[in-house]
């Protein structure tokens, strides 16, 4: 059984079995539009073009994956792959090329590693999620949208403001403290650090089970923002042993390879454990994805599918690949 039917039948099996599920497919469905109508449209009428693989069918597959920002090194590597099994299975038909291809970047994506997409959680005491991300990628909307999911599913949550420096930021977090009935904690002009000491002694006496720490955007002097986090990082350990638990960089998917140059600088700066992409539904170039995971190793834990609050969705990969690729399937 191929990808493509094993992926049909995995989507029939999660629908039947549950709502949420379902609403879930829906949402990767609806905001991989774009990028479906433009890559894989563009991959079935190469599969009409051509319908013997030849030298031509790889140099435009090649144009075409590159186009969908999946990364120049990423797709070098994926048609070297492509051309390897052309050649051991005898690969002559493009239409069940196709089928080979989105196996491929599925491999590509999990490559026998156990990354995980899931939030690590702390077995006792708050679980402190360190939000990083240059300024205008959405990080406050993304802290709002993760604090409504984990009050929905009942657990108390907190914000803490130590983007103390910029304008109106701290006013900014605690608007979607109030509006996500969130704990907030945050003071203007002071040391951020100070401002997440004092904000997680309250999260240990209040119980909090989530703290969201949101911090500047400033990449331009690497020095200043390296030296300003692992202050935080210190200041975190000294409260919460083992904090924090996770440090999660925020892409705007719409910057396409400037969103790559981005996660290769703050990998380079801290401990960064999962990557969110905001924006996804706001770009064709979703194979940005692919990229990111392949360039710096880092998983994705949530994409930005639409600007409603439930449109932020834990990452899964077999869901992308559903929602890239669902018309070549029906």
Do not use: C
């Not at 009050?151 to 103390?164: F, L, N, P, S």
């Amino acid at each position: 059984m191929g990808l493509f039917d094993k992926l049909k039948n995995l989507v029939v099996k999660k629908e039947k079995e549950n709502i949420e599920v379902k609403e879930s497919l829906e949402t990767y469905d609806k905001g991989l539009k774009k990028t479906r109508d433009e890559f894989v449209s563009k991959l079935s009428l190469l599969g009409i073009k051509y319908t013997k693989v030849n030298e031509e069918y790889f140099e435009e597959l090649e144009n075409l994956l590159i186009m969908a920002d999946i990364g120049v090194n990423t797709v070098f590597k994926f048609m070297d792959a492509i051309r390897d099994r052309v050649k051991k299975e005898n690969i002559v038909d493009t239409k069940y090329l196709q089928e080979v291809i989105v196996d491929e970047l599925f491999i590509i994506y999990v490559n026998n590693e156990s990354l995980s997409d899931k939030i690590m959680m702390a077995e006792e005491g708050p679980t402190v999620i360190l939000m990083v991300g240059v300024n205008g990628v959405g990080k406050t909307t993304t802290i709002a949208k993760l604090a409504y999911r984990y009050r929905q599913e009942g657990k108390r949550v907190m914000m803490i403001a130590a983007d103390t420096f910029r304008a109106g930021a701290v006013a900014q977090l605690e608007e979607w403290a109030k509006k996500t009935d969130s704990l907030f904690f945050g003071k203007e002009n002071t040391d951020p650090s100070g401002v997440i000491f004092d904000g997680l002694e309250i999260a240990k006496k209040e119980n909090v089970d989530i703290v969201f720490i949101d911090t500047a955007g400033r990449l331009q002097n690497k020095v200043n923002l390296m030296k300003e986090l692992e202050k935080m990082n210190k200041v975190i350990g000294r409260i919460i042993p083992g904090a924090p638990h996770e440090t999660l960089l925020v892409i705007d998917a719409t910057t396409g390879q400037n969103g790559i140059v981005q996660a290769e600088s703050f990998k380079e700066i801290t401990n960064i454990t999962g990557i969110v992409l905001t924006k996804l539904d706001g770009t064709a170039k979703g194979g940005i994805v692919l990229a990111i995971k392949e360039t710096v190793g880092i998983p994705v834990k949530f994409i930005g599918l639409g600007e409603k609050m439930t449109d932020l969705q834990v990452f899964d990969i077999e869901s992308y690949i559903y929602g890239l690729f669902k018309d070549m399937m029906d």
